[in-house]
């Protein structure tokens, strides 16, 4: 009788600790810096630097987005949380100039032919320029991000858990191209290119005579020129997760997964707002990495 007094308490005390585990484990969450490492498959746009001079291998890869990660619990092995971060990267030359002359209307360097049988324009007048007013181009790409996960835990110790859920939200992906050529001022980054502006908002464009019937408005000389094109896409990321809590208040949580978005063809804009009609489709993929060191339960 004993025996059968001592098994059974023995059984209660196993059936409570496997009950109240996922209890105890299960309540509560956690908030904490988060960078997502992404190894993209491809950068939009990145075939056409080479005609600016870049190299689009010299972005840094992996990606990085520095963000914040918070979770909570919600029912049973159930738990949401949410992220938010933003990443860049750029590239620059300075590129090497040579002058040339066009003669005979012909567009674009000529290079010297046979001087026994010379072609129109190809004319062979061009040298290096040597002052010291060479362009910086520079390319920047950026990716920002704000999503909500969903996840399933799956308890393997006291302190050690492993999840499978997947982070949905918007994204946002934008690379610009900045070309500098001298050094610019203070004062005259508030300057109008365009013209004269009255203090009644009326601007005033002066054009020779030649033009005063049909004028462009054109921009003036300027020391830099910026172009940003971007765009807002659904971003989905499924991923596995394992969650350490080597402290009472302190865990560290790693996951892995593969980020998918896909900006679809015509959406892209210029300066966030002109729709550039004939931009291609793009994808915004790649293996993700994902490290939270959290304060929580």
């Not at 032919?113 to 950026?142: C, L, M, R, V």
């Not at 365009?194 to 002066?206: H, P, V």
């Not at 896409?233 to 998918?260: C, D, H, M, T």
Request: aromatic share 12%.
């Amino acid at each position: 009788m004993k025996n059968i007094f001592i098994f059974i308490s023995i059984c209660l005390s196993i059936t409570r600790a496997q009950n109240s585990y996922p209890l105890d484990n299960f309540l509560g969450g956690g908030i904490g810096y988060s960078p997502m490492y992404i190894m993209l498959d491809s950068i939009p746009g990145a075939s056409h630097l080479t005609k600016l001079g870049l190299d689009s291998r010299d972005f840094k890869d992996p990606f990085v987005i520095h963000g914040g990660e918070g979770f909570a619990h919600v029912a049973g092995r159930w738990r949401i949380g949410g992220y938010a971060g933003i990443g860049a990267t750029s590239i620059s030359t300075v590129p090497n100039i040579v002058v040339y002359e066009e003669l005979n209307d012909t567009t674009g360097y000529q290079p010297p032919g046979d001087p026994s049988n010379p072609q129109p324009g190809e004319d062979g007048s061009s040298k290096d320029y040597t002052k010291f007013f060479n362009p910086t181009i520079e390319a920047k790409f950026t990716f920002s991000l704000g999503a909500t996960s969903v996840e399933y835990v799956i308890p393997i110790l006291q302190d050690l858990e492993l999840s499978a859920g997947a982070l949905m939200g918007l994204g946002r992906a934008g690379i610009s191209i900045d070309q500098q050529s001298g050094n610019p001022r203070w004062k005259d980054t508030f300057t109008n290119v365009y013209g004269i502006m009255d203090t009644t908002g009326t601007l005033f464009y002066g054009v020779d005579s030649d033009n005063y019937l049909n004028p462009d408005i054109i921009p003036g000389e300027v020391p830099g020129l910026m172009r940003d094109v971007s765009a807002t896409f659904f971003n989905f990321q499924p991923y596995i997760a394992v969650k350490w809590q080597f402290l009472e208040r302190v865990g560290l949580r790693i996951s892995v997964g593969f980020n998918k978005g896909t900006v679809r063809a015509g959406n892209y804009e210029l300066n966030g707002r002109t729709r550039i009609s004939d931009s291609p489709s793009s994808a915004i993929q790649g293996t993700a990495f994902r490290t939270m060191l959290y304060i929580g339960l």
